[in-house]
């Protein structure tokens, strides 16, 4: 009895849960997985990684998928731009669309199997995992942006994230001087760190831009298509001028840890309760 009522549950539970039969029998989903990880395992020196996040608050690697990769991640970026509302106004002065997908089994619906593949690979994730050290939230959020020529893009300001993450970029497109790369400012994340756990700690809100200017300690992060940033958001970033006739395709993963999504929940609480 105690088994057959083990089981229902077992049953239930899997009954549940969100079942894509893609995820087990597409043989496309797997090939693209494989080269995926294959590519990762290759391109991306962990230790480096782990070592250039901590010490300099960024990691950049290029071309880390070849042309067949990038052209099926560019295929996927497309479908999503295409296919769902964009959560910005594109007819605004930043000239952006974006598309926030929630989770992984989005994507496997959707068939992106190369983004599933990228958000979902266990090298990125040991990456992430030392800087957190303590329990965080895998890549929850993926964001996918085309940005036209602007001189105004989104976050153009120098500026920390208030919740701190550490966000995977993937340059679907070259993304050079003219095309709008992301911009930091070089040893700024320690300081900041600093301010942002302070907040974390007496639930208050803080100031989170700064009046830097140019061509303080900054560094443009420029490179081509299939390269991938890996950064800590205590860094001073901002995003930068699209030329005209430019533009910028770029796939993001947020990851945060637990402590960010308490102090977030704590925040908004205190903010809505009096
Ligand atoms: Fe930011």
């Keep these: 009895m105690l088994k057959l009522k083990l089981n229902l549950k077992k049953l239930i539970l899997v009954k549940n849960k969100y079942i894509n039969f893609d995820y087990f029998i597409s043989t496309e989903l797997n090939e693209i997985k494989k080269k995926v990880n294959y590519s990762i395992i290759s391109n991306i020196d962990l230790n480096k990684a782990v070592k250039d996040l901590n010490n300099q608050g960024f990691y950049l690697v290029e071309k880390v998928f070849d042309e067949n990769l990038i052209n099926q991640f560019e295929k996927e970026f497309d479908y999503v731009i295409e296919k769902y509302n964009s959560t910005f106004d594109e007819t605004s002065i930043s000239n952006s669309s974006q598309v926030r997908i929630f989770n992984q089994k989005n994507m496997i619906k959707d068939k992106l ?98 009046n830097i200017q140019e061509h303080q300690n900054t560094l443009k992060l420029t490179a081509p298509k299939g390269s991938i940033i890996i950064f800590n958001t205590d860094l001073l970033h901002r995003a930068t001028e699209i030329k005209s006739n430019f533009i910028r395709k770029v796939i993001r993963g947020h990851s945060f840890s637990e402590k960010a999504l308490e102090y977030n929940y704590e925040l908004q609480r205190n903010y809505t309760s009096h």
Aim: glycine share 4%; net charge positive.
């Design 113 to 210: 199997y190369a983004c599933s593949a990228l958000f979902g690979n266990l090298e990125i994730k040991n990456i992430i995992k030392s800087h957190f050290k303590k329990k965080f939230i895998f890549n929850s959020d993926i964001f996918f942006q085309r940005s036209g020529p602007t001189k105004k893009p989104l976050a153009s300001e120098y500026h920390f994230d208030i919740l701190n993450s550490i966000k995977v970029w993937l340059y679907v497109d070259d993304c050079y001087e003219d095309n709008g790369p992301l911009e930091v400012v070089k040893e700024s994340f320690k300081q900041n760190k600093e301010i942002r756990e302070v907040s974390y700690k007496n639930l208050n809100k803080i100031s989170n831009v700064s």
